[in-house]
Structures are given as structure tokens and as C-alpha cells.
């Protein structure tokens, strides 16, 4: 299996700050690597896909960047509804799996 | 706009099997790949298996030899069974749409049902 490890696994900051969350990949999975929000209580929401392309409708202050191992999320200036659990996950390979997390407080 | 809903029981006993259904409203279940993914209270997301409409499917490796996965298209519908339950299937189970793209089940989730809370207990 792949593992997905996130860092760090949370993080508090202020609105306006810029915030970046990492994600690393255990072996190469070139760009298949998505990025979801999750709320309290909500089912995850998707971001960004193909490790930088941004979901239509989503913020254009979220940003991904990355390839091969390494993978970054981006907030350019945090607002308060950007509270939340974010998650990167895997597309490259069976299992697709999942990183811990990374919950960001405001 | 496509919406799922899953629904079932939401107390399962040691060693029985849980069964859930996602209903697809808004939306035809065929052309899509369609997931089962779960996450314990407090922790992260785990991958249970995928199926096709035409009744393809793959799943975990760590849960495979308890899990299926079917889908009934004329009821818009996909189900799973989860056999010989413990308290470490406790979760909340989503199902979930694979988006459109050449690599099937393996897209990102882009529709997600709200979820239900299975707990397995005595």
C-alpha cells in the first residue's frame, strides 16, 4: 500500500495568513494525488485533483503544487470558513488511500 | 444535481454483517464508478472498494475477503456487506462518486453521500 503522510496535523493561524499543509507519498505516484475539506460533522468536499488543478467553484485562493513524492496545499489568505480537516489521497495505485488529516483552526 | 444517500442499520453486532445502500438521485448510477469509503469517530479515511454499473469492481486488500459490493441499476442503487463485524469496523460510511475520466474507479470522489454512523457493539 501506499501511505500518505500529511504534516503537520494541525496548525492554527489567522485570517489573512497564508497556510501551506504537506503531503508525501511513500513511492512515486506522479500527479494522482486530490485534495478534500471536511467540516464537522460534513462528508469530505473535493479541491483540487491532479495534484494542482482546482475543482470549478472552488476558491481561487487554494493552490496545489507538487509531483512524484511531495505534494503541497496552498491557502494564499485565510478566511474563516477555510476552518476544517483537510485530507490528501492517492489515485495511483490500489488501495487508494488516504492522508491522517491536517485540521486547521482559526 | 447528483445526490446520494446512504441508508441501513445503525447498530450492528459483533461477528454479524453490516449492510448499507446508497441511493443515486438526480443522476443515472451507470457510466460512473461508485465507492464505499469509511472513517472511524476522530480519525481518518479509509478506502473499501469500488464498483461499475456493469458490475466491475475492486477493493481493499485489508477488507476483501469480508467485503462486497453490488449495485441493482434499476433501482439506482449500490450496496455493501461488510461480514464477521468487530468494534473496529465502527465508522461512518460514505459512499461516493468516482468523477468522469479515463481512469474509472480510480478518479477523485467529486459527489459524496452525508454518511451514516454504523456502530457495531453487543
Known amino acids: 500500500d501506499i501511505q500518505m503522510t500529511q504534516s503537520p496535523s494541525s496548525l492554527s493561524a489567522s485570517v489573512g495568513d497564508r497556510v501551506t499543509i504537506t503531503c508525501r507519498a511513500s513511492?512515486?505516484?506522479?500527479?494522482?494525488l486530490t485534495w478534500y475539506q471536511q467540516t464537522p460533522g460534513k462528508a469530505p468536499q473535493l479541491l483540487i485533483y491532479?495534484?494542482?488543478t482546482l475543482r470549478s467553484g472552488v476558491p481561487s485562493r487554494f493552490s496545489g503544487s507538487g509531483s512524484g513524492t511531495d505534494f503541497t496545499l496552498t491557502i494564499s489568505s485565510l478566511q474563516p470558513e477555510d476552518s476544517a480537516t483537510y485530507f490528501c489521497?492517492?489515485?495511483?495505485?490500489?488501495?487508494?488511500?488516504f492522508g491522517g488529516g491536517t485540521k486547521v483552526e482559526i | 444535481q447528483v445526490q446520494l444517500q446512504e441508508s441501513g442499520p445503525g447498530l450492528v453486532k459483533p461477528s454479524e454483517t453490516l449492510s448499507l445502500t446508497c441511493t443515486v438521485s438526480g443522476g443515472s448510477i451507470s457510466t460512473y464508478y461508485w465507492s464505499w469509503i469509511r472513517q472511524p469517530p476522530g480519525k481518518g479515511l479509509e478506502w473499501i472498494g469500488y464498483?461499475?454499473?456493469?458490475?466491475?469492481?475492486n477493493y481493499n486488500p485489508s477488507l476483501k475477503s469480508r467485503v462486497t459490493i453490488s449495485v441493482d441499476t434499476s433501482k439506482n442503487q449500490f450496496s455493501l456487506k461488510l461480514s464477521s463485524v468487530t468494534a473496529a469496523d465502527t465508522a461512518v460510511y460514505y459512499c461516493?462518486?468516482?468523477?468522469?475520466?479515463?481512469?474509472?474507479?480510480?478518479?477523485?470522489?467529486?459527489?459524496w453521500g452525508q454518511g451514516t454512523l454504523v456502530t457495531v457493539s453487543s
Open positions: 489521497q492517492q489515485s495511483y495505485s490500489i488501495p487508494l488511500t
Open positions: 491532479a495534484a494542482s
Open positions: 461516493a462518486r468516482a468523477s468522469a475520466g479515463s481512469r474509472g474507479g480510480y478518479n477523485p470522489f467529486d459527489h
Open positions: 513511492q512515486i505516484i506522479s500527479n494522482y
Open positions: 464498483i461499475y454499473y456493469s458490475a466491475n469492481s
